[in-house]
């Protein structure tokens, strides 16, 4: 069965600290790797992986993935208050047809 | 303004009662995608439509019906709703469906009693 796993489900930190958030896979056909951060209300884009060892990045966060070892993580640093969030890893699949299989997200708060 | 707009916000219903959740989107993207939300499932993906009069199922279709007339619009409707859809309805729209990420609606809280 296809499943996308985040760790840790949540997680608290301090203003400053580093946090690194992690997504496993285990998915026929991969074509992409997606995260997106989801405030009060919607999900909002934040990058989209294909190949491996190629890191993206904006501003304090960035990410990479791992295509041998089917996992990715997205790194934020020097966190503020406003990276609170519930942070989704998705993957989509190369199938005929749409198929993008979601991770449970995991909950990031940082204490001011 | 621009972008992707789902009403109501919030709608409590009855057990039985039919239930539409509208969607609508500026960007004339081809794909448009309506997602629930429950804790501990993550996001799943009840249908989709990659352009208008063309819809297809997703990962949980069973109780949902939707339709696309216009490329703009992509109502959902529950037509008899049951207390497990009890959820957080998300509407979506991508440029290709594949190789560009998806631009979610604010949801629609639903409560059936």
């Known amino acids: 069965e296809d499943k996308v796993v985040q760790s840790p489900l949540s997680l608290v930190v301090h203003e400053g600290d580093t946090v690194t958030l992690n997504c496993s896979y285990e998915?026929?056909?991969?074509?992409?790797l997606l995260w997106y951060k989801q405030e009060k209300k919607a999900p909002t884009f934040l990058f989209m992986l294909?190949?491996?060892?190629i890191e993206k990045k904006s501003g304090r966060l960035s990410s990479i993935l791992d295509k041998k070892e089917l996992f990715s993580i997205l790194n934020i640093t020097a966190t503020q208050t406003g990276d609170s969030a519930i942070y989704l890893c998705?993957?989509?699949?190369?199938?005929?047809?749409?198929?993008?299989?979601f991770g449970a997200g995991t909950r990031l708060f940082v204490k001011a | 303004d621009a972008g992707i707009t789902q009403s109501p916000r919030y709608k409590i219903t009855e057990t039985g009662r039919q239930v539409t959740l509208m969607c609508h989107q500026t960007?004339?993207?081809?794909?448009m995608f309506w997602y629930r939300q429950d804790l501990g499932h993550g996001l799943r993906l009840i249908y989709y439509?990659?352009?208008?009069?063309?819809?297809d199922k997703g990962e949980v279709p069973d109780g949902y019906v939707v339709s696309r007339s216009k490329t703009e619009n992509f109502p959902l409707t529950l037509e008899s709703a049951t207390r497990s859809q009890t959820s957080v309805y998300f509407c979506?729209?991508?440029?290709?469906?594949?190789?560009?990420?998806?631009?979610f609606g604010n949801g629609t809280r639903l409560t059936v009693t």
């Open positions: 979506a729209s991508s440029y290709d469906g594949r190789n560009s990420p998806l631009h």
């Open positions: 998915v026929t056909n991969f074509r992409s």
């Open positions: 294909t190949s491996s060892g």
């Open positions: 998705a993957v989509d699949q190369n199938t005929g047809g749409f198929k993008t299989i």
């Open positions: 960007w004339s993207h081809s794909y």
């Open positions: 439509s990659a352009a208008a009069d063309i819809t």
